[in-house]
């Protein structure tokens, strides 16, 4: 199956710091990827759609300028936290699918395996 | 998209069959219902999605009423390592690749 990798998995930083987290697609090529974000006991909310060569599209109430995306090659896309706070503590997750896998319906999501991030 | 309905926690025993249901009565018909499963503090995993038909592969069957109004996942023999959050979202045909998540169905699989 494809395979979509997250780097890092885990990191902590100091409040008003930024932290770049990278979403590899390994053997396939991605024109989107989606990030999402987890909170503890809560659901998975899509943040962005990360569309490569153009910019990205951000869901209602995520600030563009504080989550910062770029999809720069067909199988990387960063999402870079700026100034982070402690209320941006999350479980970081991307998301992409191989184009023309002939599904009916469409095709499935491969997920990352997440970046934990701590701001203290 | 259409709104689903799980329930929010569910047991069962290793070994036995789980059924997980999902209510998705708004459903319309260029919709499918895909199922997503998340294990603890991993990014979530597909499964298996139909439209109408019952679908079954290696991991797990899919009924769909044929009202398409509601739809049950089968883990045929659960395992400990099947203990994750199970979710069910409606998708239109060609998506698959924006998700909506809802809450899910905690299924804790004990000995």
């Known amino acids: 199956g494809a395979v979509v990798s997250q780097h890092p998995s885990r990191v902590i930083c100091k409040s008003g710091t930024s932290v770049k987290i990278e979403c590899r697609s390994l053997d396939f090529q991605a024109t989107t990827m989606f990030w999402y974000r987890q909170f503890p006991k809560q659901s998975l909310m899509l943040m962005a759609t990360s569309n490569e060569g153009s910019k990205a599209t951000y869901e209602q109430g995520v600030e563009k300028d504080k989550f910062l995306i770029n999809h720069a090659s067909l199988t990387l896309s960063t999402l870079t936290v700026t100034s982070a706070h402690p209320e941006d503590s999350s479980f970081y997750i991307c998301?992409?699918?191989?184009?023309?896998?002939?599904?009916?319906?469409?095709?499935?999501?491969?997920f990352g395996q997440g970046t934990r991030l701590t701001v203290v | 998209d259409a709104k689903t309905t799980q329930p929010p926690s569910m047991d069962c025993a290793e070994g036995r069959a789980a059924n997980l249901p999902c209510n998705h009565s708004t459903i319309s018909g260029n919709e499918y219902v895909y199922w997503y499963r998340q294990i603890h503090s991993q990014g979530p995993q597909y499964i298996i999605h139909g439209l109408k038909n019952n679908e079954t592969n290696e991991m797990a069957s899919l009924i769909i009423t044929e009202d398409r109004k509601s739809s049950t996942l089968i883990l045929p023999h659960a395992t400990l390592r099947d203990t994750a959050v199970y979710y069910c979202?409606?998708?239109?045909?060609?998506?698959?690749?924006?998700?909506?998540f809802g809450t899910g169905t905690q299924l804790k699989v004990e000995l």
């Open positions: 979202i409606v998708i239109p045909r060609g998506g698959g690749n924006k998700l909506t």
């Open positions: 998301s992409a699918s191989p184009p023309g896998r002939g599904l009916v319906g469409g095709t499935e999501a491969f």
